[in-house]
């Protein structure tokens, strides 16, 4: 059975519950059949993939939602093998080419000859569509390979890119594009859509209960739907709390009390464990950042997002993750320790003074 | 649906490529040279070089569309960065290409004795590839002539750059930035709220002309055949309402680390670009709105460099901001 955010999707533009606007604007212009290359970016849960798809349907009608999984091979120029999963209609095909990591140029390149030559009428529209999901993480290399043939191939050929930022898209590919931002829904939009499906699936939940998880659900809808679906599962009368930021939560402390080399160890550990709970590690920073700051003194919150936002950067570039996770930590409770004590020889300066 | 095929509308920097190489703008440099190669049969190896929409592209295939006219695309190789380029390739198609013979002549018509190989976007090809590129270069002079186009000279290996005259391409100038769009405008038939629009869209896009027309393009799109103000153009280039930069300015002012997380979070909810926020916090701190020092100002500048190169990187967005913010607090504390 479908989970709730999967079955109450919409599938038109009409049909979109928020930045309506916008859809009105889409219809028109697929309407004036001037069509470009589109780049939709936005919060992750914010609805892009839903929005893309009532785009296609759009364009080519229901046919577009027949689809099928395609297994792509490509070889290497040192003739090795790459494997990757697309998903394809008729009319339109969706990869995510940095599932296959460095060499994402390859599959963009791969995908893009394969669409141009076989040409696009299909059904009266002259193009054929190609999605690329999480376009942030597409390499610069690949990023370069789009550039001449978006040009070249505009007659037979469109891109949709979609990505949670478009920091990382370099300035020529966005000068090709129309750059669609896909604002996530506000907290009263959540609260509205969850009333909404609660009545459908005849769930008897309490609005203020209703509020709570939109507010909750920081304005992430899937996340929101999610929340709710399990409380009903469970038969819980309050929202539980995703386990990984109670989780992360009691790492902050850990950092904080009498810190030492076991307890980098001990982090480290549960490092490994959210990592393999596939919780992504700007969330884990993002939440730690939060729990910390409430914690630790007001002349250390500096350092800290200091140090944080260093080893972050560190950790993109780098290859091994956990161990500028670990810096992290160590260093910041080399700072905290540090505070600590010259705080503690201020009073008894202060002593000595009186 | 309609019984006809849809219609293809080309999208307006093509449409409006310059046809022959008299309509290109700015670059006389690069132009008045080239013309006078087109009238002699001496003709070099060419490097174009520039940042993104000055024309580099446009030049050369409106070059090669005069010189050879209908027997362009035998006469022109074009290869590209989305083509496999890797060595093997430049050395069979490249080398192919070169080798086929030419006629001075051909249905009664006179052409340059030679072939054109388009290099774009060369700066993305390996060393290795550039180096058998030279040799490729080195033997097929007598039939073949070479134009190599990339954004940054440096990425080129120095035996293919001392091979070639040089052409730098300027960012175009803004007033024939606003003449270019003024024409566009007239002939679509835009009308706009008034001549902010123009400038507002001459001014993001920073003389990448491409840029500029395909930003007028989506606004028009977008918005059909009503007037086009200020803020359609400030919405499809990504700008950020002025109102979000006073928010995340009062929190630093406040020295709320609260408050700064909330507004970042709902920037990132609202899905702004981090690089963006960057980009006006810049104009920001420059503008008269701000009052700090001017050695404040150059700290905050730096941090504001710092996220900005972290970003393009794949940095977390919230947390390189936040950074910003707190460099932001630091300072407005120490007073
Ligand atoms: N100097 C110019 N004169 C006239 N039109 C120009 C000029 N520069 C850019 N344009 C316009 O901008 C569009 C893009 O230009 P072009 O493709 O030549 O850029 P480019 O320099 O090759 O950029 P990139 O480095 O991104 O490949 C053209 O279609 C044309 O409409
Ligand atoms: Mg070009």
Redesign the interface.
């Known amino acids: 059975m479908a989970l709730w955010c999967d079955r109450y999707r919409p599938t038109s533009l009409n049909k979109l519950d928020y930045n309506k606007e916008q859809a009105d604007?889409?219809k028109?212009?697929i309407k004036?059949?001037?069509f470009?290359h589109l780049l939709v970016?936005?919060?992750p849960g914010?609805g892009k993939r839903t929005r893309v798809q009532c785009i296609l349907r759009e364009i080519y009608?229901p046919g577009v939602d027949k689809t099928r999984i395609e297994h792509l091979t490509i070889e290497t120029?040192s003739n090795k093998k790459l494997e990757l999963n697309s998903i394809a209609s008729n009319y339109h095909i969706e990869v995510n080419p940095s599932d296959i990591g460095i060499q994402d140029r390859l599959v963009?390149?791969d995908v893009?000859?394969n669409i141009a030559q076989s040409g696009g009428?299909v059904?009266?529209?002259?193009?054929k569509v190609i999605v690329i999901s999480e376009a942030?993480?597409l390499s610069?290399?690949a990023q370069?390979?789009?550039?001449?043939?978006m040009?070249?191939y505009?007659?037979t050929l469109r891109l949709i890119m979609v990505a949670d930022?478009?920091?990382?898209i370099l300035?020529?590919i966005?000068?090709?594009?129309?750059?669609l931002?896909?604002?996530?829904p506000s907290t009263d939009k959540i609260s509205q859509i969850l009333e909404f499906v609660a009545k459908k699936e005849n769930f008897d939940i309490s609005p203020s209960l209703i509020q709570k998880i939109a507010k909750e659900s920081?304005?992430n809808l899937r996340r929101a739907l999610l929340m709710m679906e399990t409380m009903y599962i469970n038969q819980s009368k309050d929202i539980i709390k995703p386990s990984y930021v109670l989780y992360i939560q009691r790492m902050a402390k850990k950092m904080v009390e009498n810190p030492s080399l076991e307890k980098v160890k001990d982090i480290r550990e549960d490092f490994y464990e959210l990592e393999q709970h596939l919780i992504p590690v700007?969330l884990i920073?993002?939440v730690l950042?939060?729990s910390l700051?409430q914690i630790c003194d007001?002349h250390l919150?500096?350092k800290l997002?200091?140090l944080?936002?260093h080893y972050?950067?560190q950790m993109?570039?780098g290859s091994k993750r956990v161990l500028h996770f670990e810096a992290f930590v160590a260093h910041f409770m080399a700072a905290y320790q540090k505070f600590t004590e010259d705080n503690m020889i201020d009073d008894d300066d202060d002593l000595l003074a009186m | 649906m309609s019984q006809e095929v849809k219609r293809v509308m080309v999208p307006w920097v093509e449409k409006y490529r310059p046809k022959n190489i008299d309509e290109v703008v700015y670059q006389e440099e690069a132009v008045n040279v080239l013309k006078q190669c087109l009238k002699g049969d001496d003709f070099p190896n060419l490097l174009f070089y520039g940042p993104p929409g000055t024309g580099k592209t446009s030049t050369i295939l409106a070059l090669a569309r005069e010189m050879f006219q209908d027997q362009f695309s035998s006469r022109v190789l074009e290869l590209n960065a989305s083509d496999e380029r890797g060595i093997a390739v430049i050395r069979e198609k490249v080398k192919r290409f070169a080798q086929q013979t030419v006629s001075r002549s051909e249905n009664g018509n006179k052409y340059p004795p030679f072939k054109i190989i388009v290099l774009d976007e060369a700066d993305s090809m390996t060393q290795s590839a550039q180096a058998c590129l030279r040799r490729i270069m080195e033997k097929e002079t007598k039939s073949t002539r070479f134009c190599i186009i990339c954004n940054y000279i440096s990425r080129i290996i120095d035996p293919i750059v001392s091979r070639c005259s040089k052409f730098r391409f300027k960012p175009l100038q803004q007033d024939l930035v606003m003449e270019k769009l003024a024409t566009i405008c007239n002939s679509e038939n835009i009308s706009l709220e008034n001549d902010v629009v123009l400038t507002e869209l001459i001014k993001v896009s920073g003389g990448d002309l491409r840029k500029a027309i395909t930003f007028l393009q989506t606004a028009y799109r977008l918005k059909g055949d009503e007037i086009l103000t200020i803020n359609d153009v400030r919405e499809v280039t990504g700008y950020i309402p002025e109102n979000w930069i006073d928010m995340f300015v009062e929190a630093c002012q406040k020295q709320s680390y609260e408050n700064v997380e909330d507004v970042l979070n709902s920037m990132v909810a609202e899905g702004f670009s981090g690089a963006q926020l960057l980009n006006q916090l810049h104009d920001w701190v420059l503008g008269e709105n701000c009052l700090l020092t001017d050695e404040q100002i150059s700290e905050l500048i730096e941090a504001l460099a710092l996220a900005d190169y972290r970003l393009l990187e794949g940095a977390d967005e919230f947390l390189q901001t936040f950074n910003v913010a707190s460099v932001f607090i630091q300072l407005l504390g120490k007073k």
């Open positions: 604007y889409l028109r212009m004036s059949n001037d470009p970016y936005g919060a914010s009608g120029p963009v390149q893009m000859k009428l059904d009266k529209v002259p193009f942030h993480k610069k290399d370069h390979s789009l550039r001449r043939t040009e070249k505009i007659s930022t478009s920091s990382t300035p020529p966005k000068s090709r594009c129309l750059l931002r896909v604002a996530a920081e304005r700007d920073f993002k950042i939060h700051l007001k919150r500096g997002i200091q944080a936002s972050e950067h993109r570039v």
